[in-house]
């Protein structure tokens, strides 16, 4: 019976037993005999006894016994149940995870039994001190395994779960065309219809497929970083399922966990269902720890496909593991992915959910070995012999690099029969077993001759290339121009050869006619002429050779010379530019120079002249300023003079007026009663104030037309004051204009705008002066004139008083 799991059980560690266990149901007598002899031969064992056998009135006990698979074949009993294989499951500990209470082991353990239960599984649990077991059917240990991830556990090793197949199968030839060459992913659903990831052109994962099987798949979403690492290599196996085609990649290595057994997927193809025209695949995943899974893909390219598989690497890898990886190459792409084998390290050694599970397992050890062990890399080839890096798994860098130059460094790879050694400047030394070849990547193409060398055998002395050439090239015209005038003089020559060979036929009958008649003596004779002839014959040809190869000479020295003559024109051409070239530059220089160092004087003139200019002009303020002060204050206190003057010349007819009434009255006071006198006093009295205030009103007036007078003489001063200032300025700018155009005139017109500005000065002073005088003048003569005004008023007011006295007088 399996216990109820307890409340959030935590994730659990499991890894399977190696070797076959199976089994054994015993019973009868003879059982615990064969027990007995089984335990001796097997080294696993466990016994349980399940209730016993009632048969025919006889009842007997019954034994479950697991033992290795070959035990349990030699104890089981031919009339009973055959053995049945079972896989065991152990429960490990984490690394560094202290041993807890025998409570909280068994928690876990029960989870574990209730989550294969929940799965339809049938577990059964073995506890015998430390050890813990779970016994599941041998046929569903992959389905076991599967839920246990997906809950969230851990299991492994994955080659003792699903083992991977044994060699790559070639895909059959219509599936071939439909699957092979560059593929690109589009977007990724999960679950179907919710698009997670979204990738342009250029940007997302890549996978080359070649008719063998071999596969390799570089997914980098950020480089430089763990998260995100998804590359993979392996080999695909195709399979139908109701007239469906299935997918089924076995991964040989990755960046990611194993999963528990192959990836299943159903393909859907859709030839040109792309944007501009592509093949679009649509792989639905079937078994994803993760739920179902849609992946959109469309092919980039077709073609032939090398494929290069990783034997070795020097020095090697840190840690003892044995790498493994493939590299392939297809019209202008390439993709490579290397690492630890399947199941080697603490990455490949666990079937879980997630790097982030491994690590929550193994620790911070995991990332650092996916760091160290772990490579992937994709690129293009434009032209073979130049391999560019455009992604990498571990490089922060977009931008493209080169891995492979031949025309740098074409020693960096060789290749000795199917075996391709890849030398860096910097790295491993890495080794690769080439299983096809349909493309050579490595070897650039032979460059074409533009002009048609003859070969080494033919070169005489070892004379180079590169003066055959030379003297092919210059006398080439000349040949032409040979052969156009021999064809025009070919047809005269055949007909004197013709005439020639003739009358040798001719000589040669005769000879042989003149030889048959003489005798033997005769034939030593002829036979010694004829190797004398031949003898001649020779020097003449070697003769002929020497001169031959002498006049060839002649003309190599020749055209050579004219090369050379060629060649120092060239030069002598390309010196006298770059002298040129050079001289110019140099003038361009000086003329820059020059001109910096007019400017530069230039500017200090100007400041300097600013400097002085704005002295002067300080200076010049000042002193009009004091002068102005000094005038002002002048002209204030002789106004003021002035007007006490007026005010006192005013005051002093009224005195004499007042005099001049006393003595009148008393006169009257003598010649008239006292009544009279009393009358006259009261009209005197009332016409005397009137006088005084008409004397008062006249006085007022006279100081306010004075002080208007005042305010207008200083306004036409300031005014002329202010257009003598603004002639001075516009003569300080028209100085200063000639001081730039010529520097030996600036202490001239200086000197004289100086001296006209103090002529100015001192004519504004003198104008200054006579305004003055002039005003004070015209004060004068208003007094004057007032006084006069007085006077004659007194004189009428002493006749009407007189008048006015006769008049009261009669009256009386």
Known sequence: EVPPPPPRAPPASLQVVAGGLAVVALEGDGAPGRIAEALGASSFFAVLQRGSVTGGGSSSKRWWVVLDAEAAKKASNCEGDAPRPVAALRCLRRPGEVRGPAGEALDVFAAVCHQLSEAGIAPWPLVAGDEELILVDRNRLPTAALELVRAGNAVGPPGRIAPPPKGEEDLPAGDAEKLCGVWRLVDRQKPAGSVVEKFGKGEGPIRIQAPNGVYVEVSVRSPGQVVGQRSVCGSLRIEREDGELISVRHKVLGFEPPSVGARKSRVALDAGGGEGGEDVALETLLNGADGPEVERWERVATGDVTVLELSGIDPRPPGGLKHTGYWLFCSGHWARVTGPRYGEGLLASVCCRSVAQVQEIFGNAALTEMRAHYLASCGTFDKPGKLVTTREAWSAVIKAGVLYDAEKTRDEVRKDGDVIVHAPLSGSITTWNVQSFAVDPFTPAPKQAKTPTAPKGLRERGKSADSDKSSSSSGGKKK?????????????????????????????????????????????????????????????????????????????????????????????????????????????????????????????????????????????????????????????????????????????????????????????????????????????????????????????????????????????????????????????????????????????????????????EKEEEDEDAKSSDGAKKEEEVEKNKEDGGGEKAKEKGEDKDSSDAESSSSSS
């Open 480 to 760: 032409k121009k040979a052969k156009d005038s021999d064809s025009s003089d070919e047809e005269p020559q055949k007909g004197k050869k013709a005439e020639k060979e003739k009358e040798k036929e001719k000589k040669r009958s005769r000879s042989s006619s003149s030889a048959k008649s003489s005798s033997s003596g005769g034939r030593k004779k002829s036979d010694k002429d004829k190797r004398k002839k031949s003898r001649s014959r020779s020097r003449d040809k070697k003769g002929r050779d020497r001169s031959r190869s002498r006049s060839k000479d002649k003309k190599r020295d020749r055209s050579r010379s004219r090369d050379r003559r060629d060649r120092d024109r060239k030069d002598r051409d390309r010196s006298k530019s770059r002298d040129k070239k050079d001289r110019s530059r140099d003038r361009g220089k000086t003329r820059e120079r020059s001109r910096k160092r007019s400017r530069d004087r230039s500017r200090d003139r100007s400041r300097k002249r600013s400097r002085h200019g704005s002295r002067d002009k300080k200076d010049k303020d000042r002193s009009r300023d004091r002068s102005r002060g000094r005038d002002k204050k002048d002209r204030d206190k002789r106004r003021s003079r002035s007007r006490d003057r007026s005010r006192a010349k005013k005051k002093s007819p009224s005195r004499s007026k007042a005099k001049k009434e006393k003595e009148k009255e008393k006169k009257e006071k003598d010649s008239s009663s006292e009544s009279d006198l009393d009358k006259q006093k009261k009209k005197e009295k009332g016409s005397s104030p009137k006088k005084k205030k008409k004397s008062k009103k006249k006085d007022d007036s006279s100081s306010d037309k004075d002080d208007e007078k005042d305010k207008e003489d200083d306004k036409d001063k300031k005014e002329e004051d202010n257009e003598k200032e603004d002639e001075k300025e516009k003569r300080k700018e028209k100085v200063k204009k000639g001081k730039d155009k010529k520097h030996k005139k600036k202490a001239k017109s200086d000197s004289s705008s100086d001296k006209k500005s103090d002529a100015s």
